[in-house]
């Protein structure tokens, strides 16, 4: 009987069914099995974004060229 202190066993996670993988491949499998869960871990709080890191500023916008652009372009500003 257990008391509100003790717990029950836990199951394994990992049960190897069949063949016999080397101390390496477990070690390989484990690692790629705790990536694929996430980590598990609160996502970071996203904190103020800087105007310096906004993407679309560094995009240029398109140009369309008016009447007499070819000519305005040559002049001084």
Do not use: C
């Given at each position: 009987?257990?008391?509100?202190?003790?717990e029950?066993?836990?199951?394994?996670?990992l049960?190897?069914?069949?063949?016999?993988p080397?101390?390496?491949?477990?070690?390989?499998?484990?690692?790629v099995?705790?990536?694929?869960?996430?980590?598990?871990?609160?996502?970071?709080e996203?904190?103020?974004?800087?105007?310096?890191?906004?993407?679309?500023?560094?995009?240029?916008?398109?140009v369309?060229?008016g009447?007499?652009?070819?000519?305005a372009?040559?002049?001084?500003?």
């Amino acid at each position: 009987m257990t008391g509100p202190e003790e717990e029950a066993p836990a199951r394994p996670v990992l049960r190897i069914v069949r063949g016999d993988p080397s101390p390496e491949e477990l070690a390989a499998l484990t690692a790629v099995l705790a990536a694929a869960s996430g980590g598990g871990g609160a996502e970071p709080e996203a904190g103020p974004t800087s105007v310096w890191t906004e993407r679309s500023a560094l995009v240029r916008r398109p140009v369309h060229p008016g009447p007499g652009a070819w000519r305005a372009s040559a002049l001084p500003r």
